[in-house]
């Protein structure tokens, strides 16, 4: 694995400390919508714009604070005392609201996450964390499913995962081929979800209930 490579999966996991004197500040952020706004062909003198800039950087801080958290944090309480269950563990219609990476728009949708546990469960509001957690980060659907389930297996070693994402892109439903209500889905199965059939169904099932 490169030294790009590694980052990119350290950063993933929220592992790698970025050095904090590249990170612009909170004006040079604002200074930067400001050029956006220029370049858009509008003033950001007016009036109307004044407070855009700020209001544009408080929305960033809130859309991208996946950033700065810790999905191994979220996923390290776990009880033990399962009292032997050994069936599907799963969350329905989890909100996903993320950003595309390659044009900074935003993708809007439904998780679910299931998982088989052997000795430990977390509790359910960390699955939904965990979801947030990649979801607030710029982001490909591929990723993001791909992230979710490598959280979960290290976290909680479990006898497998299942995650399906269903989402709508606004880089493909408002610019290039505007076409409307299409979704994506993007799924992941490890470990029993991947080699029992019946069990995937199940999971499917699961997902399409009404």
Known sequence: MDALARDRQLI???????NPTARPSREEAMEAVR???AWAGDDPRREGLLDTPQRVVDAYGEWFDGYGADSDK???RVFEDVQG???IVMLRDIEVESHCEHHMAPFLGKAYVAYMPTDR?????KLARVVEIFSRRLQTQETLTQQIVDAITDGLKPAGVAVLIDAEHQCMTTRGVRHRHVSTITTRFTGVFKTDPALQERFLNFCNRK
Do not use: A, N, Q
């Open 35 to 37: 050029t956006l706004i």
């Open 12 to 18: 993933g996991k929220g592992e790698l400390d970025l």
């Open 121 to 125: 469960v977390v509790g359910l509001s």
């Open 85 to 87: 269950y050994d069936d």
């Open 74 to 76: 979220e996923l390290s």
